[in-house]
């Protein structure tokens, strides 16, 4: 079955740096495109950058862009997000998700068209 692993999160002093890995076993990783989401307590969950399968485009959320950067290594079966100037409003668990379908060739930020899920890496930003 389709399995989805993050690692990389943990507390960083604001400003600092993360690099968030996603591995994924059980899925022919390079023809779907992959998002990262997250959520913070008593917040919903957002889109936070997405990626095609062949990594050619890409989506961020307004609150990240210019800082975050998502890329993607299929002989890997990974996915990664580099998060840069990290701010204390970036504290949330952050997700690693598959798009539904294997045929979309845009990428879009809709949670409802992920399939599945990691189990989620805490990123705390300390102020």
């Known amino acids: 079955q389709v399995q989805l692993v993050e690692s990389g999160g943990g507390l960083v002093q604001a400003g600092g740096s993360l690099r968030l890995s996603c591995v994924a076993s059980g899925v022919i990783f390079g023809v779907y495109n992959m998002a990262w989401f997250r959520q913070a307590p008593g917040k919903e969950r957002e889109a936070v950058a997405a990626i095609s399968r062949n990594g050619m485009n890409k989506f961020y959320a307004e609150s990240v862009k210019g800082r975050f950067t998502i890329s993607r290594d299929n002989a890997k079966n990974t996915v990664y997000l580099q998060m840069n100037s990290l701010k204390s409003e970036d504290t949330a668990v952050y997700y690693c998700?598959?798009?539904?379908?294997?045929?979309?060739?845009?990428?879009?930020?809709?949670?409802?068209?992920?399939?599945?899920w990691g189990q989620g890496t805490q990123v705390t930003v300390s102020s």
């Open positions: 998700a598959r798009d539904r379908s294997s045929l979309r060739v845009v990428v879009v930020p809709q949670s409802g068209e992920y399939d599945y």
